[in-house]
């Protein structure tokens, strides 16, 4: 029987990827370069919320198996790498 916090990300990966291939093609359907660049800035947002999301999900699913400290140190590398995407 599959766990319910690996079927809940994987539905939200499954999502994830839905989004991007419409995306793809409403990009190809207005056939803009304008249009396309901000339909592929509103994935830069999803991106990273699908990220936190899932592992957040991920980390709870697997609390008792994972220390508290692992825990924080996973969540520190996250919100380092959104603050990388964020910086210049």
């Given at each position: 029987?599959?766990?319910?916090?690996?079927?809940?990300?994987?539905?939200?990966?499954?999502?994830?990827?839905?989004?991007?291939?419409?995306?793809?093609?409403?990009?190809?359907?207005?056939?803009?370069?304008?249009?396309?660049?901000y339909?592929?800035?509103?994935?830069?947002?999803?991106?990273?919320?699908?990220?936190?999301?899932?592992?957040?999900?991920?980390?709870?699913?697997?609390?008792?198996?994972?220390?508290?400290?692992?825990?924080i140190?996973?969540?520190?590398?996250?919100?380092?790498?959104?603050?990388?995407?964020?910086?210049?």
């Amino acid at each position: 029987m599959i766990e319910k916090a690996l079927l809940f990300i994987i539905i939200l990966r499954i999502f994830s990827g839905s989004i991007d291939i419409a995306a793809a093609m409403l990009m190809l359907k207005f056939n803009d370069l304008e249009k396309a660049f901000y339909i592929n800035t509103l994935l830069a947002l999803v991106g990273p919320c699908i990220l936190i999301i899932t592992t957040g999900i991920a980390l709870f699913g697997l609390a008792e198996k994972i220390s508290l400290t692992r825990m924080i140190c996973l969540f520190s590398g996250i919100i380092l790498i959104l603050f990388s995407l964020k910086s210049e």
